[in-house]
């Protein structure tokens, strides 16, 4: 569109001859001075509309480039792949392990273990918790598959290296079909009450030990309650009544696994019922004495 002509005169009244006939002779007044009809007249000015649009629309490209890096590079890209993928692949799980057969007769006082799940060892500990003293805690370093199974020599001169589960032969004690590690130590043979720990202390299985008859310690029937409460061990109450005089109605034999009768090449064993490993344990998973195997499962 074009607005309405503004009409330059140069002098008041009508011009004799005509101040031009071409754009030309207009030219020196200024660049926008015009000839029509046969008079210098400045141009036309232009709607702004089309040229402010144009300006506009240069803002408009500017947001979109922008609006591009921030989906592409910023949410796409770091989102998953790097942290998601590359983190969560390395992570070796912990074992969970079972304690499967013990004799406290024997020249090296020794204990079986068996994982039900592979995984790291690395601060696992088994701690009895009567009067032994008796603490081990699995070093860094060792990762075992499911169904591996560990022999604790207390007294034993001989730990495999990590990697390599026959490095201490088979010259028994050790075995090279399972995992040898020692520790200084021994065990009596009265009762003895064995829970197994996480890493993170958590309680993963355990069992009482009783004989027959004999000296029990004192810190048996707590003991028992510990697995019970910790849900590692059976339920039923334990009877403890020194006032019937026999020693069955005592240290909660009712509940707990007999090894009375042991010998230097027997053992009592996890591996009665159609769920041996199952937690929490029972004596009926138990073994009355049998020959030894160990390292075998």
Sequence with gaps: MFAALVLLPLLAG??????????????????????????????????????????????????????????????????????AGTDGGTTVPEASLRITEINPTHPQDLIELVAVTGGTLGGISLVELTNAGFRFTFPQGYT????????????????????????????????????DFSLPGSLSYSGKVFELLAADGSPVDGVPFVRDSGVMPDETVAAVQRLQADRVWDATPCIHNMDTGLAKDRYCRNIAVNWSDLGTDSSVMRIVGTTPLATPGSATQWSAPLPSRWGTY
């Design 14 to 83: 009508c011009p004799a001859d005509p101040e031009c006939t071409d754009d030309r002779d207009c030219a020196t007044r200024g660049p926008d001075i015009v000839c029509v009809d046969e008079l210098c007249v400045q141009t036309p000015v232009q709607d702004a509309g089309p040229t402010d649009a144009g300006t506009d629309g240069d803002a408009g490209s500017d947001a979109g480039p922008g609006a591009a890096d921030a989906g592409h590079t910023d949410a796409g890209t770091d989102a998953g792949q790097i942290d």
């Design 144 to 179: 075992v598959a499911a169904g591996a199974v560990l022999v604790l020599h207390l007294g034993g001169d001989c730990t495999d290296a990590p990697g390599a589960p026959a490095s201490c032969g088979q010259t028994a004690p050790f075995t090279a079909t399972a995992w």
